[in-house]
């Protein structure tokens, strides 16, 4: 069923808290029009809360539907219509709405069609990286920032997730139920194997890179596309020029996971969003050409402090700050370019 434009507006806009009265008044004579738009009106509720990970209990239409009254009550007893949005105005509100829409919806609309209107489970992270156990005794580790999703019959009729972010996946093997996971535009069959897989939040665009075993991966819908990933081999998605193809990963994918960092003439401000990412930390450079410099070295598992002390020895930079925020302060490093 399509939406039209007007009424699209004023969905997004009150699911997001900006619509004044004269917009519920007309998005209440909208939703007393037919029992399919106060369904597709749920939906998109549904949608929008899923991605934004508030954890509800499922939804009863008649139940949400007098919540709408409640809270809407005025609008559905005054007829005073006030005087209408100028049509520059709308202009400008629809597309900005419609492009956040745009972004929001795209991993909850993933989410439907991979889990239907079943309960989901979400394992999320925020400042750290979290290690966590699927139902089957597969082990899932997100990187700070970063969600999975699973539903209620995971490890019983088959074990399917949907991750936005970073995470690394060990699957427990079991050739009866083949582990299926989702991200962005690409989709992932394996039976029991490692590997990384990450995916954005705001776009379609996915890469998974294999560790040990076997995956396979294709668009989203279409197996018979599918490619057979060897252990050390990657496959990405590009939803700008929908290209999916076979690569190699670059040399810090794991990083923010293993926290081995391997720079080879990396510039400092590379560098510095990698380990920034790792550690949940802030590095800021006192001027933008420092980050033009260049370094050579490798890390295994130390300290932020002591990475970023040997970075600052290395470039002749002085470091300043602790624990979680540092600056970097110095001259350009024309002669470390």
């Keep these: 069923m399509d939406v039209p434009e007007d009424i699209l507006e004023l969905i997004t806009s009150y699911l ?4 004044n009265e004269e917009g519920i008044r007309r998005l209440v004579n909208w939703l007393n029009e037919s029992a399919d738009n106060k369904k597709l009106f749920l939906e998109y509720k549904k949608a929008w809360e899923l991605q934004a990970s508030i954890m509800e209990p499922a939804i009863k239409p008649e139940e949400e539907w007098e919540n709408f009254r409640r809270k809407n009550l005025s609008a559905f007893m005054k007829n005073e219509v006030k005087e209408k949005r100028t049509n520059s105005r709308f202009g400008q509100s629809y597309w900005r709405i419609a492009a956040s829409l745009a972004l929001i919806f795209i991993s909850a609309l993933a ?11 979400i394992l999320q992270t925020q400042a750290i990286k979290e290690i966590f156990t699927l139902p089957d005794g597969s082990i899932i580790t997100l990187a700070p920032n970063s969600k999975a999703i699973y539903d209620g019959s995971y490890g019983k009729k088959e074990r399917k997730i949907m991750v936005t972010g970073w995470a690394y996946i060990k699957v427990e093997k079991n050739e009866n139920l083949p582990f299926r996971a989702l991200a962005g535009n690409l989709e992932i069959l394996v039976s029991g194997t490692s590997f990384y897989i990450q995916s954005s939040a705001t776009s379609q665009d996915a890469l998974v890179v294999l560790e040990s075993g076997k995956v ?3 668009r989203k819908g279409n197996p018979s596309d599918a490619i057979e990933l060897k252990p050390g081999q990657a496959a990405s998605y590009i939803s700008s020029k929908d290209i999916f193809t076979i690569t190699h990963p670059e040399p810090n994918y794991a990083a923010w996971n293993t926290l081995r960092f391997y720079f080879n003439n990396t510039s400092l401000e590379e560098v510095v969003t990698l380990i920034e990412r790792a550690y949940s930390i802030k590095v800021k450079l006192s001027s933008p050409d420092i980050g033009t410099c260049r370094l050579t070295a490798t890390f295994d598992n130390q300290s932020p402090e002591a990475i970023l002390q040997v970075i600052a020895s290395a470039l002749h930079l002085k470091l300043e700050g602790g624990n979680t925020e540092f600056v970097l302060k110095g001259m350009p490093c024309q002669s470390n370019k």
């Design 16 to 19: 997001s808290g900006e619509l």
């Design 111 to 121: 989410a439907i069609y991979l889990f239907r209107n079943q309960e989901v489970e």
């Design 216 to 218: 396979k991966a294709y």
